[in-house]
């Protein structure tokens, strides 16, 4: 461990010495940077752009907030069925837009550079690159470190459409500060990306198409992405699936998508375009040749210890590790870094069950293996149980019934789980517990859960696991029955 920071000025560029070399300040390097800093070690970070990245500043922060308040207009428009009448809503889109990035400045302050030196780390706030296996530089520096890691995340991938490059667009970069709300926005891709936007401009008052060329949310489990896809349409948003798109043309305010479904070909015209087509790893200028590092199409190629399969100085963590594009797994990979690096644990990426939700309304969440995975990898050696919002009395009581927990389960053990509905990012964390930690599905019958609440579907969903096992098949309704009992 160096006892601090090297700096000479004598040379041309700054040579400095440090315990740990973070490229990228997002969620992965921000988190690991400021574990060591708290160890007491010497930090160098770098960020090229803004500190945050993605997920503060393009990415969860802005799309959250844009879709709360697309959920107030949705509520106005709703309201009437609940006796009380608002009125249509009516959209300052410079509003929404103060709302967005008012809860970007809000949490900034967290991923600050004021922040990251007053913990002691030395942030240099630019491009970063490979100079050898151990060295990195920047315009102004050259720093060398027992350990370095790649953070650099990930960008929106544009594909090569013919004439998307001569067509103005936007990617999730610039759709939170367009100008205007877009009078018919074509979202390119039905993932969570696309769904989201979709859902939030239609509700703050633009029409809008999805272009999908398969199945909208199409690594969520197939029954609660169509109860997700099917409200999407109910409120009004066309969602085209199995449609490619195959040409792109137009001028601002004027844009049309050809596609191409089983061989006919559509015409979508909007007025702006939306690239959601999925993400690709940021690796541009890394000079990862130089370092040693190698590297493919979907980022630093790492073990499950995310370590370089080529140098093992070098650790890849969050989307540029290509396992998975999420906040929650880019901090994960922080932790499995600090308890590999600092306490000597034998920590895996793989360790830990990783939850996804996407967040329309209803909202779809699911941790470990889909009924679809399950099939593949047990055959029928695996049983579902299912239980169904409609049932619950807090979701009748709110009028929101549409919605199924859904629980995978080989042996007793969980292996799986899917929610649809609303709060479903927030019930799925039970199963994620009870999975991490070793329970299986015996134990989401045995705790008490308050009543009315959401979450009782998952203890409705375990219980009807036994049910027959109990009760026989006619014991269903005893069950039902016993368990309004708190
Ligand atoms: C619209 C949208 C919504 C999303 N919503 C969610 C959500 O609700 N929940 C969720 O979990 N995830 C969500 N995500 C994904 C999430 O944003 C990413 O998984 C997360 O940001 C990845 O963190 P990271 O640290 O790997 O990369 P990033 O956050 O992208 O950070 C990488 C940083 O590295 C910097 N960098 C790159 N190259 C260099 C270099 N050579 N030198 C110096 N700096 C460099 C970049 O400027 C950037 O700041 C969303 C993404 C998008 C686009």
């Not at 090297?6 to 490229?23: F, G």
């Not at 293996?369 to 149980?385: I, K, N, P, Q």
């Not at 609303?422 to 045995?446: P, R």
Request: glycine content about 10%; overall charge neutral.
């Amino acid at each position: 461990m160096t006892s601090k920071t090297e700096v000479s000025d004598a040379m041309a560029k700054r040579t400095l010495k440090a315990d740990l070399i973070v490229i990228g300040a997002g969620s992965g390097g921000l988190s690991a940077a400021a574990g060591a800093a708290m160890f007491g070690l010497n930090v160098i970070l770098y960020e090229k752009a803004e500190m945050g990245g993605d997920c503060l500043n393009y990415g969860c922060v802005p799309s959250k907030a844009l879709l709360s308040a697309a959920k107030y207009a949705a509520s106005a428009r709703e309201s009437a069925k609940f006796g009380v009448t608002s009125g249509d809503p009516v959209t300052d889109w410079e509003g929404v837009k103060a709302h967005v990035h008012g809860a970007i400045e809000t949490i900034a302050p967290v991923d600050s550079v004021e922040r990251f030196e007053g913990l002691g780390v030395t942030v240099i706030q630019e491009h970063a690159r490979f100079a050898d296996p151990k060295t990195v530089v920047s315009d102004t520096t050259h720093a060398t470190a027992r350990r370095i890691i790649v953070a650099t995340g990930s960008t929106a991938f544009v594909p090569p459409i013919p004439g998307l490059e001569d067509t103005p667009y936007v990617t999730n970069e610039q759709i939170f500060s367009l100008p205007k709300l877009p009078e018919h926005l074509i979202v390119l891709g039905g993932g969570p990306i696309g769904l989201e936007m979709a859902q939030a401009f239609h509700r703050l008052g633009a029409k809008v198409t999805v272009v999908e060329m398969g199945r909208a949310l199409a690594n969520a489990d197939a029954e609660h992405a169509a109860i997700a896809v099917g409200a999407l349409r109910e409120e009004g948003v066309v969602v085209l699936e199995r449609h490619k798109a195959v040409k792109v043309a137009g001028t601002d305010g004027n844009i049309s998508v050809e596609t191409d479904s089983d061989g006919s070909s559509h015409t979508v015209s909007g007025t702006h375009l939306l690239v959601a087509v999925g993400r690709r790893a940021v690796m541009d200028g890394l000079d990862l040749e130089a370092g040693n590092v190698e590297y493919d199409r979907r980022g630093v190629q790492v073990s499950d210890k995310l370590r370089s399969v080529s140098n093992p100085r070098v650790w890849a963590l969050g989307d540029v590790a290509g396992k998975g594009q999420f906040t929650h797994l880019a901090g994960w990979h922080a932790s499995v870094f600090a308890r590999r690096a600092y306490f000597k644990q034998n920590s895996k990426a793989s360790d830990l069950p990783l939850p996804s939700v996407t967040y329309v309304s209803p909202e779809v969440a699911q941790v470990g293996l889909t009924e679809a995975e399950a099939r593949d990898a047990y055959g029928d050696g695996f049983s579902v149980s299912a239980f169904p919002f409609h049932e619950n009395d807090r979701a009748i009581a709110e009028g929101k019934t549409k919605g199924e927990a859904k629980l995978i389960i080989r042996k007793g053990k969980i292996i799986g789980a899917s929610v649809v509905g609303d709060g479903a990012g927030d019930i799925i964390q039970l199963v994620g517990f009870a999975m991490s930690n070793g329970q299986g599905v015996q134990a989401l019958t045995n705790f008490i859960s308050p009543y009315p609440t959401r979450t009782e579907v998952l203890k409705r969903a375990a219980s009807a696991h036994f049910t027959p096992k109990v009760f026989g098949k006619s014991g269903k309704r005893l069950v039902g029955l016993l368990q309004r009992i708190p």
